[in-house]
T-cell receptor, first 113, second 112 residues
């Protein structure tokens, strides 16, 4: 089955700097890659997702890149703000209709003001 | 539009008891997913229901079960509770055959 590795487990950046979180997946058939942000005491919130027919997607300060050949995808947050501090999870799925999302173990991002 | 709702927010049980957790999906969503998030760990897939049927199941023992009602709400039952069942249980919903899952706030279960 699918296995998703996420690095780093913790990340501290100065406010205004960029943050990058990387994930690798094992199943080459996976074709959907969402990223979730989980704040303390809340459920995960979808922040961006990418499908395997595109290599990059951007939404304001957040971008995700996908390298299908290397089987890895990354989350990029630019101009970080204190409210970006949270735990971020990547996930991969072959087809949500028949297989579940497989999540990485999360990255705790701290943005220092 | 209301998001995914879960009840109760917190639940305290003792070993051997049964726990029932409830989830209401976003209006129009027919698929409901359950995940377990133990402290310090990622999200582990438990169960997936769609149109009232169990479609997929994660690597959990049979004492974890559930069902989906005609209005697409769902409940998760955990029998014979063990200490290691203490975790945040998250419910997510999606449109049928859609890839995007939206999560509720979770139910925090504590087994003493």
């Amino acid at each position: 089955g699918e296995n998703v590795e996420q690095h780093p487990s913790t990340l501290s950046v100065q406010e205004g700097d960029s943050a990058v979180i990387k994930c690798t997946y094992s199943d080459s058939a996976s074709n959907y890659f969402p990223w979730y942000k989980q704040e303390l005491g809340k459920g995960p919130q979808l922040i961006i997702d990418i499908r395997s027919n595109v290599g990059e997607k951007k939404d304001q300060r957040i971008a995700v890149t996908l390298n299908k050949t290397a089987k890895h995808f990354s989350l990029h947050i630019t101009e970080t703000q204190p409210e970006d501090s949270a735990v971020y999870f990547c996930a991969a799925s072959m087809n949500s209709g028949n297989t579940p999302l497989v999540f990485g173990k999360g990255t705790r991002l701290s943005v220092i003001a | 539009e209301a998001g995914v709702t879960q009840s109760p927010t917190h639940l305290i049980k003792t070993r051997g008891q049964q726990a029932t957790l409830r989830c209401s999906p976003i209006s129009g969503h027919t698929s409901v997913y359950w995940y377990q998030q133990a402290l310090g760990l990622g999200l582990q897939f438990l169960l997936w229901y769609d149109e009232g049927e169990e479609r997929n199941r994660g690597n959990f023992p049979p004492r974890f079960s559930g069902r989906q009602f005609p209005n697409y709400s769902s409940e998760l039952n955990v029998n014979a509770l063990e200490l290691e069942d203490s975790a945040l249980y998250l419910c997510a919903s999606s449109l049928e055959a859609a890839w995007t899952q939206y999560f509720g706030p979770g139910t925090r279960l504590l087994v003493l």
